[in-house]
Nanobody, 118 residues
Framework: QVQLVESGGGLVQPGGSLRLSCAASGMFFSIYVMGWYRQAPGKQRELVASITSGGSVNQLTSVKGRFTISRDDAKNMVYLQMNSLKPEDTAVYYC????????????WGQGTQVTVSS
Protein backbone atom coordinates (compact mmCIF):
# COMPACT_ATOMS: atom_id res chain seq x y z
CA GLN A 1 0.00 0.00 0.00
CA VAL A 2 1.02 3.62 -0.38
CA GLN A 3 3.03 5.09 2.45
CA LEU A 4 4.37 8.60 2.98
CA VAL A 5 6.72 8.86 5.93
CA GLU A 6 7.95 12.27 7.07
CA SER A 7 11.03 12.97 9.15
CA GLY A 8 13.16 15.91 10.19
CA GLY A 9 10.81 17.95 12.35
CA GLY A 10 11.75 19.30 15.75
CA LEU A 11 12.36 22.34 17.89
CA VAL A 12 14.46 25.16 16.47
CA GLN A 13 15.17 28.74 17.48
CA PRO A 14 13.95 31.66 15.36
CA GLY A 15 16.28 32.17 12.43
CA GLY A 16 17.29 28.53 12.41
CA SER A 17 16.91 25.85 9.76
CA LEU A 18 15.35 22.44 9.40
CA ARG A 19 15.13 19.99 6.54
CA LEU A 20 12.04 17.84 6.24
CA SER A 21 12.13 14.60 4.28
CA CYS A 22 9.30 12.45 2.96
CA ALA A 23 9.87 8.89 1.82
CA ALA A 24 7.22 7.51 -0.51
CA SER A 25 6.54 3.86 -1.25
CA GLY A 26 3.93 1.77 -3.00
CA MET A 27 3.26 4.31 -5.75
CA PHE A 28 4.44 5.37 -9.17
CA PHE A 29 6.17 8.36 -7.64
CA SER A 30 7.04 10.38 -10.72
CA ILE A 31 3.46 10.95 -11.83
CA TYR A 32 2.46 12.57 -8.53
CA VAL A 33 2.64 16.21 -7.63
CA MET A 34 4.38 16.17 -4.28
CA GLY A 35 3.68 18.79 -1.69
CA TRP A 36 4.13 19.95 1.86
CA TYR A 37 1.20 21.28 3.81
CA ARG A 38 1.07 22.60 7.35
CA GLN A 39 -1.54 23.05 10.01
CA ALA A 40 -1.13 25.26 13.03
CA PRO A 41 -3.39 24.93 16.09
CA GLY A 42 -6.79 26.47 15.40
CA LYS A 43 -6.00 27.09 11.74
CA GLN A 44 -6.82 25.39 8.47
CA ARG A 45 -4.32 23.22 6.71
CA GLU A 46 -2.47 25.20 4.03
CA LEU A 47 -0.22 24.38 1.13
CA VAL A 48 3.37 25.38 1.82
CA ALA A 49 4.93 24.23 -1.44
CA SER A 50 4.42 21.68 -4.18
CA ILE A 51 6.56 20.37 -7.00
CA THR A 52 5.92 18.37 -10.14
CA SER A 53 8.32 15.81 -11.56
CA GLY A 54 9.17 18.41 -14.19
CA GLY A 55 10.32 20.77 -11.47
CA SER A 56 7.46 23.26 -11.50
CA VAL A 57 7.08 24.75 -8.03
CA ASN A 58 4.18 26.43 -6.31
CA GLN A 59 4.85 28.13 -2.99
CA LEU A 60 3.06 29.99 -0.25
CA THR A 61 3.99 33.66 -0.53
CA SER A 62 5.11 33.91 3.09
CA VAL A 63 7.78 31.22 2.63
CA LYS A 64 9.25 32.38 -0.68
CA GLY A 65 12.96 33.03 -0.32
CA ARG A 66 13.11 31.00 2.91
CA PHE A 67 11.84 27.52 2.03
CA THR A 68 12.89 25.31 -0.87
CA ILE A 69 11.06 22.19 -2.02
CA SER A 70 12.88 19.53 -4.02
CA ARG A 71 12.33 15.94 -5.07
CA ASP A 72 14.44 12.98 -6.08
CA ASP A 73 12.37 10.70 -8.29
CA ALA A 74 15.09 8.05 -8.31
CA LYS A 75 14.79 7.73 -4.52
CA ASN A 76 11.05 8.46 -4.21
CA MET A 77 11.86 11.33 -1.87
CA VAL A 78 10.65 14.89 -1.45
CA TYR A 79 12.32 17.47 0.75
CA LEU A 80 11.54 20.81 2.29
CA GLN A 81 14.53 22.92 3.27
CA MET A 82 13.38 25.58 5.71
CA ASN A 83 15.67 28.50 6.50
CA SER A 84 15.16 31.69 8.51
CA LEU A 85 12.39 30.03 10.45
CA LYS A 86 9.91 32.20 12.30
CA PRO A 87 7.59 31.41 15.22
CA GLU A 88 4.65 31.64 12.81
CA ASP A 89 6.08 28.66 10.91
CA THR A 90 5.22 26.48 13.91
CA ALA A 91 2.83 23.76 12.76
CA VAL A 92 2.46 20.11 11.94
CA TYR A 93 3.88 19.61 8.46
CA TYR A 94 2.35 16.97 6.20
CA CYS A 95 3.68 15.34 3.07
CA UNK A 96 1.12 15.06 0.27
CA UNK A 97 1.02 13.12 -2.98
CA UNK A 98 -1.59 14.26 -5.50
CA UNK A 99 -2.20 12.11 -8.55
CA UNK A 100 -4.70 14.59 -9.99
CA UNK A 101 -6.69 13.50 -12.99
CA UNK A 102 -4.11 10.84 -13.87
CA UNK A 103 -4.84 8.58 -10.91
CA UNK A 104 -7.65 10.28 -9.04
CA UNK A 105 -5.81 9.49 -5.82
CA UNK A 106 -4.30 11.59 -3.08
CA UNK A 107 -2.24 10.47 -0.12
CA TRP A 108 -1.06 12.01 3.15
CA GLY A 109 1.72 11.32 5.57
CA GLN A 110 1.20 11.23 9.32
CA GLY A 111 2.77 14.64 9.88
CA THR A 112 5.84 15.93 11.67
CA GLN A 113 5.87 18.71 14.25
CA VAL A 114 7.95 21.82 13.63
CA THR A 115 8.23 24.22 16.55
CA VAL A 116 10.04 27.54 16.23
CA SER A 117 10.65 29.05 19.63
CA SER A 118 13.37 30.61 21.71
Amino acid sequence: QVQLVESGGGLVQPGGSLRLSCAASGMFFSIYVMGWYRQAPGKQRELVASITSGGSVNQLTSVKGRFTISRDDAKNMVYLQMNSLKPEDTAVYYCNADGGAITGTEYWGQGTQVTVSS
